[in-house]
């Protein structure tokens, strides 16, 4: 009988606490119908697992995070036709479910795509989250077409371009035509070019002063990917009429949305497990998956690995936490097995 | 030479005010290049003269209001292709020029559309502002689409569904497919019933349990025809992942969206002046214009006329305006010529 190594915690607890994280050895997962069973072979660490271990509070039961994987079907369920044992997937998965840190993972077989034989584990592991945060926001909330090119000629105005989901969405806009201006500190500004980017800003200076400097009065979409407050009087003077203001970060405030409602402006919120939460489209995850694993082959998009551990451990995967927790990452932080 | 009366102020006063509106005789307008000369037949009154007419401190110059226009076309300026002398047009225009309570107005081309010959000026009136918002705001900015029966399946709640917009909205929706749920007054729920809403809902009761009750945990959009604040909290419970809430008056205090964002929804705001404000798409206003003038011809939708007054004067504005700025009207308030 195999074990199932598993890396989670019974408590939120800070980082540097000596529980933050412990080893769990729990039962085997079983597949419930649509479900499959992977093992797992590569993960990433998203700012989402900080932000619900540090409300979570006691529990009975080990918590497992993780919320982006690559890895290999051991099983399938009941109903599970498209997906067979011994394909590589990879997928983002669910809050509602044991999350990728572990050997063995139950998944809804709806959230998977096939993963290329010859893409390394850990550019796949750092796709499916940011891929489908970027891909949700542009494509589904803030109305620019998922075709290459098909935006041409309209702008994308994106504060902080270098993180996780900002390397993603930065090389998905460009790729849908949208020209690309896009803030972080100017050590990072050549990762910004290499990642789509045609105008870097300096995310201390003016905005407005700086996107004026480029040339443009407004732009067609701003995609706000960090706390929206104080950032959203500027957003709202840039916007264009009726553009969107898309964003990933919950409000700690009220938002003052007047010059929004000005321009008949629209503030869209991205966040990708609200699909799985609320049971609205899940199959659409998997698909939009295939197409950024089309793209990642076609070296449209790069999986934009800064981090990079071998093994998938309490101790690597506290330091990799550690270093999301930062808020200065640049790209992404991966993990890939073996477990230990 | 003819003259040209005109309704208007030249300091915001109450309504009651002897001041508040005065007759003036204006110059006859000149239209610039892309302009037409129109002899205005019919107007209606709308909630925003209301609310510019309070915010206008004194001017040297008359200001004239009045955003929704039936006329015949006098005078084309240069570059003009599109339209004719003789011409008839309906229009909203735009609050950068004066507006359509004058017997002689200037405007846009690309604003108008051609209106059928048999059709009452009273209806043509009444089509234009409230017909450019609801398709705006359910089309442009909330996604649906703009075919018939295209949103078949989905559910459309509107608050607010017997003024002006929301009897306009209503109808547009019910057209391309959607099932709408809206509230008024039970006293008119029958016009609701009237107006494409296939469960009309008592806005003094509990929003969300009427909904639950109509069989429904969630909808697919909100139009939010009021004031948002007091229905953001139940606005955001009834809202489906991903989906709009779609507003057109502007917010009095910071917005909270927390629990928008979970859902990974969007807040989206409709002014139909943004695109003349901000000279975006201007033309799109014209088209949007022809297919209402289409879905009017067609049965689809009509235009809600309940209180008529058969002459362009001081004394019937006052009256007309009064009786919007209530704030409790069914449907549309218009005013036919002649002037005097």
Redesign the interface.
Known sequence: MTQNLAIGFTEGLPITAPNSLQQFKLPMPQPQSGEVIVAVAGVSVNPVDTKRRQVAGKHQTPQIQGYDAVGTITQIGANVTSFKPGDRVIYAGTTLRPGSNQQYQAVDARLLAAAPADAPDADLAALPLVGLTAW?LLF??M?FIPEFNANKGQHLLVINGAGGVGSMLCQLARWSGLTVLATSSPKNHPWLLDHGVATPLDYHQDLIAQVQHAGLQ?VDGIALLYQPEPYLAAASQLI???G?IG?IV??Q??????V?????????????F??T??D??VASQGAILSRLVSLYQDHQIKASVTKHFDTISVDTLKTATALVEGGHEVGKVVLTGPFA
Chains 1, 2 share one sequence.
């Open positions: 949700e589904e909330k109305g407004t264009r009429a009726f969107h964003c919950g409000p405030t009220g938002l003052d949305l007047a929004v409602k000005d321009k008949a402006a629209s503030f869209d919120y991205e966040y990708m609200a699909k939460d609320f609205y489209h």
